[in-house]
Nanobody, 121 residues
Framework: QVQLVESGGGLVQPGGSLRLSCAASGNIISINTMGWYRQAPGKERELVARIISGGSTNYADSVKGRFTISRDNAKNTGYLQMNSLKPEDTGVYYC???????????????WGQGTQVTVSS
């Protein structure tokens, strides 16, 4: 089965940086869009950043200029570089990817299990 595994979360002080990774595995044929979402306590899950297979990117206004999304297609891995972190960036960060695999020949959205990011002094 296809799996997405996030890593890189943790506790960081305001102004600090973290780099999240999302590794996809499981008889993958191709990956279209990869994205990062976050959910803060008591709030709905929101899109943080998204990158399509050609490299075009979209960012939430709240993270523009601070976060950078990228991907390594050869490794089926996506990244989110987060700089100048603020307390309001705290939440569980989820990776999402539209994947074609030998299990599903059409693109299907998969989610990772989430990784906690806490920005606090």
């Amino acid at each position: 089965q296809v799996q997405l595994v996030e890593s890189g979360g943790g506790l960081v002080q305001p102004g600090g940086s973290l780099r999240l990774s999302c590794a996809a595995s499981g008889n993958i044929i191709s990956i279209n869009t990869m994205g990062w979402y976050r959910q803060a306590p008591g709030k709905e899950r929101e899109l943080v950043a998204r990158i399509i297979s050609g490299g075009s990117t979209n960012y939430a206004d709240s993270v523009k200029g601070r976060f950078t999304i990228s991907r390594d297609n050869a490794k089926n891995t996506g990244y989110l570089q987060m700089n100048s972190l603020k307390p309001e960036d705290t939440g569980v960060y989820y990776c999402n990817a539209d994947i074609r695999s030998y299990y599903r020949v059409s693109y299907y959205p998969y989610w990772g299990q989430g990784t906690q990011v806490t920005v606090s002094s």
